[in-house]
């Protein structure tokens, strides 16, 4: 029996020894080969943090929160980039003297109407078919029948008187007799000093084409060069860029325009900008309005409302009527017909210098009873002067 006992004891040592064993030789398989040599890593040392204090005091005082310069909130936010600056305003040249200047741009009429006569008033023998010549030129320049007639009858007077006609002679002669056409005696000045409380209003009306817009511009120009302070009203809303085309004019020389929505009403418009001029302070108040058919009545009865309008405010100081020189006698239809609707006060004449008829500037003259103010002598921004009776005689017949 203790034999059996000792067996069974023996075979259980057994079992667990080579259970051991097993356990063992499966720990060693998992674990991993050592490597032959393995060097010794030194940590580097650890790095401040914020808030730690530094070994050494530093000598330095703290800055207050008041002199610390933030960055920007956010890392990539975009620099600004600067307002571009305001363009460069245009200095106009001065309007004293600017015909005079421009006398060159009077060739063709010069050609025309003065040396033609001069040539013709120097013939040995001045008979009825030179007189007739003279006639012919001077009706073919739009002077007129009956200024024609008038100056035709002294000069014919006069020559007789003067006996010998040496060439300063003949151009002397016709210097005054033209001159006395054109009559220097007319009051040209434009009116466009402000007033107490307002400033002056200038309404400036003709047909469509006759440059009405542009010479609107032109005239903000001529004011401002004077030292004027401006204010545009563009009451032409039935054309499309008649508004965006003074506005550029204006901008050019610093004067605020005033407008309105396409096909508004312009009497409105007017109403306002002569309103914007007094809060302004403004000087002058130029009214460009609608180019309008002297056919279509409505039209021209809007035309008095306009006027109308405005007096509200205060008086209309001018009213400038454009004329196309090239256009001659229908200018004069025009003229007429504009008269009866508005007071016409001064006359705009335009394209004078592609034309070979300055005999316009007598006849709408004497057809209206009102000077010509201002005449334009080419494409050019500054090619608008102050019409000078003397200057414009001067250029006609040449030196």
Partial sequence: METVILAVVIALVAVVAAGGLVVGSRRKKQLPPAPPSTPTITAPPAEPRVGDEAEVPRDEPRRTIEEVVLPDATPDAVEELPAPAAPELERPEPSAGRLVRLRSRLSRSQNTLGKGLLALLSREHLDEDTWEEIEDILITADVGVAPTQELVDRLRTRVKVLGTRTPADLRALLREELLTLVDPTLDREL???????????????????????????????????????????????????????????????????????????????????????????????????????HTKTGLMDELGKVKRVIEKHGPVDEVLLVLDATTGQNGLVQARVFAEVVDITGIVLTKLDGTAKGGIVIAVQRELGVPVKLIGLGEGADDLAPFEPEAFVDALIGD
């Fill in 191 to 293: 009116r466009t000093e402000s007033h107490e409380t307002t400033p002056a209003v200038v309404l400036v009306v003709g047909v469509n084409g006759t440059g009405k817009t542009t010479t609107t511009g032109k005239l903000a120009r001529v004011l401002v060069a004077d030292g004027r302070s401006v204010v545009l009203g563009a009451a032409d809303t039935f054309r499309a860029a008649a508004a965006d085309q003074l506005q550029t004019w204006g901008e050019r020389v610093g004067a605020r325009t005033v407008r309105g929505p396409e096909g508004g009403d312009p009497a409105s418009i007017a109403f306002d900008a002569v309103k914007e001029g007094i809060s302004a302070g403004a000087d002058t108040v130029l009214i460009d309005t609608a180019g309008r058919l």
